[in-house]
């Protein structure tokens, strides 16, 4: 289970800026530690047998020529860190550890450009993977001390385009082959240097990945994702079970022949592999009318704007929870994803991965109460990328461990 954006440490925050009794009361090592607990306990009970941190921080210097991360800067503190680790091996839950690489130093100073995502040339590939593979090592080093079961070699939540800093590199053109390749290249030793280090397992996709033997053939996991099942509003007024499993039967095998290079269509890159690597599938899907069609919507804290007709100036979300929820539409995606994922005979599964879907959503407070709408960044009256007291986390119970649990809705003003 994937606990994306669960931020404990902000919750606290800023909940006790306006009671403590938003923050029960506790200290915030108290109020951290404690929901971490019950968030495991609850994880161990649906039959999760993994749960994925995500962890960032600012840089030292945007300016240094080697970017440093000191760990006073780590959002998810080592000790924090350390807690989940020993608490989640207590429910025989192993950990998955995974960074982000926020492209700010300490002093809010861009590292690049950037954009929803980074355009890279050689050297500044060069230089992110300097400054992550550094970070890696010290990762390594720490993790295989305190018992991190995997670590993700590449980071997460940043797009890459591999076509220079200005554009100015076309697409499928041998200055973009040969970026793409170096980048391949700088992925390959940083694992390298991850093995002289850590015993665990090397996984790889939460960042670009394609079918490239200098990569695949020395991790344990490679993480996929699948999307766009549902192609308008008007095929949304009839979605089903069957229509999701089908779409992504289909898609899953499109994908693996495509991968691989069965399609008689040549593999991206010059180092192409038919090595089977086992898969970790992600699975997200938010609890929303339009979330099948349109796909995902920042709902984690307040933006202003417009989303499938919803407006509000300062919080969109807020109208778009009131008005535009519904948890049957991500239980039965739930449902055909699982059901997909059980029947395809193309990719060998070592498991799913419910991404940014374990926010623990009864401790939060309704942000409807604060007339600063925007101070508070997490509690809407539901969070709808969690499954956490919805359908869907009954469903994936169901196929976790055999046990069904009847799903009793609690209404509230």
């Not at 994880?43 to 921080?57: M, P, Q, R, V």
């Not at 130093?105 to 929803?116: A, E, G, T, V």
């Not at 940083?190 to 695949?216: Q, T, Y």
């Amino acid at each position: 289970m994937g606990l994306k954006d669960f931020s404990l440490e902000w919750v606290y925050d800023n909940y006790s800026r306006h009671s403590s009794s938003w923050a029960e009361n506790c200290t915030k090592e108290e109020y951290v530690k404690l929901h971490y607990r019950m968030t495991i306990m609850e994880l161990a009970e649906t039959g999760a047998n993994s749960l994925t941190i995500y962890n960032f921080g600012y840089w030292e210097n945007a300016n240094a020529d080697l970017w440093v991360l000191e760990d006073a800067w780590w959002h998810i503190s080592k000790k924090t860190i350390e807690y989940i680790v020993k608490t989640a091996h207590d429910y025989g839950v192993e950990v998955h550890y995974v960074w982000q690489f926020m492209p700010l130093d300490k002093y809010d100073r861009w590292l690049f450009p950037f954009s929803q995502g980074a355009r890279v040339d050689h050297a500044l590939i060069d230089r992110m993977w300097d400054a992550h593979e550094n970070l890696m090592l010290e990762t390594a080093e720490w993790g295989e001390q305190i018992g991190i079961d995997a670590l993700s070699v590449d980071w997460s939540a940043m797009w890459i385009c591999f076509c220079g800093v200005d554009g100015e590199i076309p697409n499928d053109s041998q200055a973009q082959v040969e970026l793409r390749d170096h980048w391949m290249t700088r992925v390959s030793e940083a694992i390298d240097v991850i093995r002289s280090k850590f015993s665990g397992e090397i996984w790889i996709g939460d960042g670009p990945i394609w079918n490239d033997w200098r990569v695949l053939e020395k991790v344990d996991i490679i993480q996929k994702s699948f999307g766009g099942f549902i192609r308008d509003a008007e095929e949304n007024k009839s979605m089903t079970v069957e229509l999701i499993r089908d779409r992504l039967l289909e898609d899953m095998e499109r994908s693996y022949n495509n991968f691989f290079g069965h399609d008689g269509q040549k593999p991206k890159g010059s180092y192409s592999t038919s090595q089977d690597v086992p898969v970790v599938f992600q699975i997200v899907s938010q609890s929303t009318e339009f979330f099948p069609y349109r796909g995902w919507m920042e709902d984690g804290f307040c933006t202003p704007g417009t989303i499938e007709g919803y407006s509000d100036p300062k919080c969109v979300q807020l109208p778009v929870t009131r008005e535009a929820i519904d948890f049957s539409r991500q239980a039965v995606f739930y449902e055909g994803v699982l059901q997909a994922i059980s029947l395809q005979t193309s990719w060998t599964i070592a498991g799913i991965q419910p991404s940014c879907s374990y926010w623990l959503t009864p401790s939060l407070q309704r942000a409807s109460q604060e007339k600063d709408i925007p101070s508070v960044r997490e509690g809407f009256p539901e969070i709808s990328q969690s499954i956490r007291g919805k359908p869907a986390e009954n469903i994936l119970k169901y196929w976790w461990t055999g046990v069904h649990d009847q799903y009793d809705p609690v209404f509230s003003d």
